[in-house]
DNA sequence: AATGAATGAGACTTCATTCAT
DNA sequence: AATGAATGAAGTCTCATTCAT
């Protein structure tokens, strides 16, 4: 009955599941990454949200699932992102740019989800590990596609190795994870540019007598 | 056979506490790169090396004593191999082709060691915590020295800051923990020349016009 | 049978917290007098109460928290016991004898209690310590109240020291949870009269030649 | 050979044996006092001692056998100033002033001793459980047999029962080892004074209307 | 939708004791 | 007389999960 009132349904005495299972998600997510996912027990979620055991086990089959959930999540948006940029340019040199640049602004945007995303791997199990895995694969593929292009488009040299590059390329970015601070002296698209250039023109002086 | 080279300490029915302790540490470090640290129990640990508990506790405090001398092992190598390129030469280009080349080649002698460092960290306490996070911060500090060294003498440019460069040189080489496989397609010293080379020179062909 | 006196809430199967947790208590009250606290395992305690060792720290967060439990429904009965004392005379002869009768027929009643309470007292730590010893204080502090009030006002002997005086009689009265047994020859309220004439008569015979 | 040199032996390189047993015997002594028998590990006695596990096994057999002899050493002290008393005058009213005396500057000499005397008689095992116990009995059955011999003498009054009065007399004494400090505003014999003429003459003071 | 009592396996750690030297 | 490596049993406590309501 209470259905017709369009998606936002409500429960008789003002229960809210979606704000249940919102509030533990954000709480499994902020102990996920202070403690980690072992580090971290239902007990504390649940106490967290202020809510009880058997609220958690109603919304989600295992602890499990809500680490699968919070890869999901972030990984999803990567690849949401990575899309538009291939639909915006061609140049792999801008595409480059751009994937460098969504890297980072999404580590500012995920920071919570993008720490558990690489340290709490681990601890997803086979279907579900395979799925994520599989959906990072597809994000370095797209590293490796356009690093690949910019070769044969003649832009890149043919000197590296695509694949080699794509994790110096990849790491750089990532690893921004342990480090970034949104009150740091530099936000995330001057990173971004910063890492652009470097790897793009390289750290050397051009005119500079080489070794 | 070994028995020719005159052991130091005998004991009845091979008593060998060296040999015990190494066991263990063996033991604990492949478990730990597999599993992670909370993932390992004890128990697993001393199964793995045929050894009891008690065996366990006799030769250290705690777990966690365990993994900070793995990760000890690790950055004292790091920081030792550091001494050696610095006194080696004083060319800021050389220098910091030397420090990726390093970086990579511990990775490939160190993988377990690594992957528990970079994976682990959070499990160590307090003081110990603050020990291995002060001489990670040294081997860091001296990639940005070596940078601004390069850039207060001209061979690197100016309109990137230091330290900057310095996390996205560091990310890079830190993530082949991530990736690097003994049985790829590419060693270490290539690996190592191929992100020299990007870093230092860039992407870019020189004449390609630019966007 | 009970089943008509309005149970408040009903378990499947006989879910009953409240009786679950008393069950546990009294488990280990037995076995806290009968192998002390240190000698007594949660796997003793829970094994005799038939229940799992789960059960019991859905009860209790530590072991500590039942001894401290016990410790406090004895001490407790104590104060309550002596306020009463204290309002129904205002003579200390009479108060004194009573302290002495309340003492006795509580070590009689709470014998596994005050058992527990005097072994094991040791190993509450700081602040549940701190409570139960502040208590105590409160007893005997009643105790020697009486006592400098007998002296004030002429009915007690002014050349002994009150403090010791109180602990002396402290001293009889505790002691008697070391030998008495419901069994033996003489009860509670016998024990108190003869106490209470020995400590304000004294032993000797009043005619007889002194030293 | 070196027997000749009475009693006192002396090992070839400055081993003292009697001197580690001593060492042992004192470090325990402490040890089970400030924290309990089962509180303390075999670990922290040698290492307080400053010696190892195995010259801790080189002297006693298990950690019982070091119980039992402190338990013994006061217990044995006590029948021997008893022994004196019970020479030195036949008078009981003498000998109980003397009892209480002897109670409790032993209380004082063999602070640790008595406590660890009371609080940890649990932990002797059958035969030395036995051993210690009987020789508290005598103990106990030397003050009855004062009192006893008192009231047939007709020094002390009929209407107490010699038992009753026994396990006060003694409960008021041993109760010392809980509140007893050198440092405290009485000593021992004054307090003894105190304490036998409590329980000879009485709180009471003789004029005063009774209730 | 949510509760919270209960389970049972397993975690880390401690410890008295043994024994070859 | 003394060492210290090793054992193995046991201890306290944690935890993900289940289930009747």
Redesign the pocket.
Known sequence: MAEATARRRR?PDG???E???TSLMESALKLFQAKGF???????IVDQAN?????????F????EVLWEIQSVYIEAQLAAIDEIMEASEDPRVRLRELVRVSLTSIAKYHAHVTIFYQERRHLNGPRFAEIAAKRDQVEQCFAGVIRDGVEKGFFREDLDPRIATFGLVGMCAWAYQWYRPEGAFGTEEIARQFSTMVLDGLSVPGADSD
């Open positions: 429960w229960y809210q599941p704000a249940t299972r072992d580090g971290t027990s239902i007990r504390e809510l009880t055991k058997g609220a958690f086990y109603h919304h089959a295992t602890k499990e």
